[in-house]
């Protein structure tokens, strides 16, 4: 299909409709009639009209008005009086086939009225003068019996063979044929999904200014549709061999496929970044031993009392003792009674192996057993790491507070003082 750029050497539907003396529905059946051509602009469905061809038409001997009456619709009753017969008997040769309307629309009372070219009318009168008067002929006398009603069979075939002209590939060709067949009877024809959706894509637009209510789209998609039974199987046929002549042309693109073909990134994608697994949590390490290259070592195991070790295998020793007396440890020794002044001793470190507790143990002649020490969760206990207990911190407060009490007594007054 020949496309061309919008600019100077073409003009929009409307400019050229006015240059042409032409009004929007005139100028819009002339386009579908061929009489005027009008040529794609860019990817889109917009078209337009290139200088020239206005040009052509406008020195043309009869312009407007020769162009204007090809284009002139006439109804029923205008076409009656162009032949000089009665609306009964006009209507009577078009639902026999004899006259094909070129348009319709529907009425405030949803009624179609069948719209039909002038000059066609005009030729019908001079070619069969037989049919205007006296009686109708017994074939055309038994298709009325029958309730025949050719007008929308042959407004599809014009309609039809009006989009075949304009299609400019294969595979619009068969979208336009397949526009008129009932999605069931496309489904037995076409049986590829894929096939099916790109006919669907190139389906030709519905026919411009029809009313947009629900109940006039229901009524013209019904007369878009073939129904009888001789012409259901003529455009299947149809279709048949323009498929094959498409197929041969081209396939029928697959989801993925015209993507790739027409979107195709500047820019590859960058593939993310590797995300690093969160570091793993390692326990707190003890107070006491420093830290080397951010890795925590066990501190040694404290010497045990007694001879130093011989090298060479022996029983592997815990590097971290657990709270509370150590196996080897025997019973606590017996508190003894703390000096009447003075502060108290220091008492010695605990043998190897063992903790102090922070609960303190029961005098032997009390009858009552020593409590075992508890392990918190979050810790040993507060007086099992410092070794002095908590009474002796109170003793060694309060005795700071009384000698800051007696310095203060023994100071003199100032000489100023009142």
């Given at each position: 299909?020949?496309?061309?750029?919008?600019?100077?050497?073409?003009?929009?539907?409307?400019?050229?409709?006015?240059?042409?003396?032409?009004?929007?529905?005139?100028?819009?059946?002339?386009?579908?009639?061929?009489?005027?051509?009008?040529?794609?602009?860019?990817?889109?469905?917009?078209?337009?009209?290139?200088?020239?061809?206005?040009?052509?038409?406008?020195?043309?001997?009869?312009?407007?008005?020769?162009?204007?009456?090809?284009?002139?619709?006439?109804?029923?009753?205008?076409?009656?009086?162009?032949?000089?017969?009665?609306?009964?008997?006009?209507?009577?040769?078009?639902?026999?086939?004899?006259?094909?309307?070129?348009?319709?629309?529907?009425?405030?009372?949803?009624?179609?009225?069948?719209?039909?070219?002038?000059?066609?009318?005009?030729?019908?009168?001079?070619?069969?003068?037989?049919?205007?008067?006296?009686?109708?002929?017994?074939?055309?006398?038994?298709?009325?019996?029958?309730?025949?009603?050719?007008?929308?069979?042959?407004?599809?075939?014009?309609?039809?063979?009006?989009?075949?002209?304009?299609?400019?590939?294969?595979?619009?060709?068969?979208?336009?044929?397949?526009?008129?067949?009932?999605?069931?009877?496309?489904?037995?024809?076409?049986?590829?999904?894929?096939?099916?959706?790109?006919?669907?894509?190139?389906?030709?637009?519905?026919?411009?200014?029809?009313?947009?209510?629900?109940?006039?789209?229901?009524?013209?998609?019904?007369?878009?549709?073939?129904?009888?039974?001789?012409?259901?199987?003529?455009?299947?046929?149809?279709?048949?061999?323009?498929?094959e002549e498409a197929r041969a042309d081209s396939p029928a693109p697959h989801p993925g496929e015209a993507q790739d073909r027409t979107q195709v990134p500047r820019h590859p994608a960058q593939p993310p970044p590797l995300q690093e697994p969160p570091p793993s949590r390692q326990p707190l390490p003890p107070a006491g031993p420093p830290l080397v290259s951010g890795s925590w070592q066990a501190p040694d195991p404290p010497p045990a009392a007694g001879?130093?070790?011989?090298?060479?295998?022996?029983?592997?020793?815990?590097?971290?003792?657990?709270?509370?007396?150590?196996?080897?440890?025997?019973?606590?020794?017996?508190?003894?009674?703390?000096?009447?002044?003075?502060?108290?001793?220091?008492?010695?470190?605990?043998?190897?192996?063992?903790?102090?507790?922070?609960?303190?143990?029961?005098?032997?002649?009390?009858?009552?057993?020593?409590?075992?020490?508890?392990?918190?969760?979050?810790?040993?206990?507060?007086?099992?790491?410092?070794?002095?207990?908590?009474?002796?911190?109170?003793?060694?407060?309060?005795?700071?507070?009384?000698?800051?009490?007696?310095?203060?007594?023994?100071?003199?007054?100032?000489?100023?003082?009142?």
């Open positions: 299909m020949r496309t061309v750029d919008a600019g100077t050497r073409t003009v929009t539907t409307g400019r050229a409709a006015e240059e042409l003396r032409l009004r929007r529905d005139e100028f819009r059946l002339a386009a579908q009639l061929g009489l005027v051509r009008t040529v794609p602009v860019g990817d889109g469905e917009r078209r337009r009209v290139e200088r020239a061809e206005i040009d052509r038409l406008s020195a043309a001997p009869d312009f407007p008005e020769g162009l204007r009456e090809r284009v002139r619709a006439v109804g029923t009753r205008e076409a009656a009086a162009l032949l000089s017969v009665t609306q009964e008997r006009f209507t009577r040769l078009a639902r026999t086939g004899h006259l094909s309307p070129v348009r319709f629309y529907l009425n405030r009372y949803r009624a179609v009225v069948w719209m039909y070219l002038a000059a066609e009318v005009a030729e019908f009168g001079l070619s069969h003068p037989a049919l205007l008067s006296g009686r109708l002929p017994p074939e055309v006398r038994e298709r009325l019996a029958a309730h025949e009603d050719s007008r929308p069979r042959n407004w599809r075939a014009r309609r039809l063979s009006l989009l075949l002209r304009a299609a400019g590939d294969p595979w619009s060709r068969a979208a336009a044929i397949a526009s008129v067949l009932h999605p069931v009877h496309l489904a037995e024809v076409v049986g590829d999904p894929y096939e099916r959706a790109h006919l669907d894509r190139l389906r030709p637009p519905p026919q411009p200014g029809h009313a947009v209510s629900p109940a006039a789209r229901e009524v013209t998609e019904r007369l878009a549709l073939a129904d009888e039974p001789d012409e259901v199987v003529w455009h299947r046929m149809s279709l048949t061999l323009a498929l001879p130093s070790p011989v090298s060479g295998p022996g029983p592997a020793v815990s590097p971290l003792p657990e709270w509370g007396p150590g196996p080897d440890s025997g019973p606590p020794p017996a508190a003894g009674p703390p000096p009447a002044s003075g502060p108290p001793p220091a008492s010695g470190p605990p043998p190897a192996g063992t903790r102090r507790s922070a609960v303190p143990d029961a005098p032997p002649d009390s009858g009552v057993p020593p409590v075992p020490p508890q392990r918190s969760a979050s810790g040993p206990p507060p007086g099992a790491r410092g070794g002095s207990p908590r009474p002796r911190l109170l003793d060694r407060l309060l005795g700071r507070a009384a000698a800051r009490a007696a310095r203060g007594r023994g100071r003199k007054r100032p000489t100023g003082w009142p």
